[in-house]
DNA sequence: CCCCTCGTGAAACTCTCCGTAAAAGTTGAT
DNA sequence: ATCAACTTTTACGGAGAGTTTCACGAGGGG
């Protein structure tokens, strides 16, 4: 069970997005690829769906750009991974055998645990850390 | 980000061996292939793996079969996950770009959280709620 | 010895993830 | 109007993991 690549390169872009939050002129793909180590070519697609999703907005032509659709402390975890990834912890196959439904409500209730958990980061939360130590708990 | 089918396979059965916990006999693949509505020769791997980790036990020849190696009590989610799908949430790549420590660390609390939600549900828990009704949170 | 059961490894199949590339569309500047 | 820069769209393909099935080997009991 481990998360995605593809949603940890969300994660990090719109962080970068935070940041560059008041800034006068929009992000382009090669300057947030190179920031956050993404590759170019793929970052496209994730920026696509982010678009799609109506975390990021976009402009085409010379001077376009992408740049944060919502308020910083308006986007959690949760938005960024519902987005990318689909349904949270969801359940792969059927609810069958004696036991299947005493096993998918203990999913159930895990599931509830991990959303409210990411609901509480937010893209403001993130930004402003960066930079700091980092501390192994 | 969904959960396999393999663990909630694992899960079931063990569920299912708690049942039988304090049975005489010992439980063949056949029959909690059937009980479970799992492959029986998909199950094979998984109890290789759950004999493996030490969650229960096995014994060949004509009286062989399975059963549960420690207290149904002592056996929770996260021992179960943990040795299925190996580490829970895990990062797929490398922790890169100006935001990839302040998101690891986001994931890293996330991950906690869940942990420590899967180590209090147990294989006790999940065996007496069988057959209960169900009610949707 | 023979049957019954688990044990192990590998092949095949499907599917998603990750990354690449080329073509098409849009905007602003000259 | 035309060109150049930039984004968007679309398609493709390798790599790897998850799921399933099969075949054969190993061990224990009657």
């Known amino acids: 069970m481990k998360l995605s690549v593809k949603v940890d390169y969300a994660c990090r872009v719109l962080v970068q997005l935070t940041r ?23 970052l496209v ?21 992408y740049a944060l659709a919502k308020r910083p402390e308006d986007v959690s975890l949760y ?11 969801e359940l792969g196959g059927a609810i069958e055998g004696q036991s299947g439904k005493s ?13 409210e958990k990411c609901r509480e980061i937010t893209l403001a939360q993130l930004a402003v850390r960066t930079g700091e130590e980092m ?3």
């Open 20 to 42: 560059m939050h008041g800034r006068a002129e929009l992000a382009h793909i090669e300057e947030l690829a190179r920031l956050e180590a993404v590759p170019a070519n793929y």
């Open 79 to 89: 938005d960024i991974v519902k987005l990318i990834e689909g349904d949270v912890l």
């Open 135 to 137: 501390y192994y708990i």
């Open 45 to 65: 697609q994730i920026l696509s769906e982010l678009r799609n999703g109506g975390l990021i907005m976009s402009r085409r032509g010379k001077q376009g750009g």
């Open 103 to 115: 096993v998918a409500r203990a999913w159930r209730e895990v599931r509830t645990a991990l959303e």
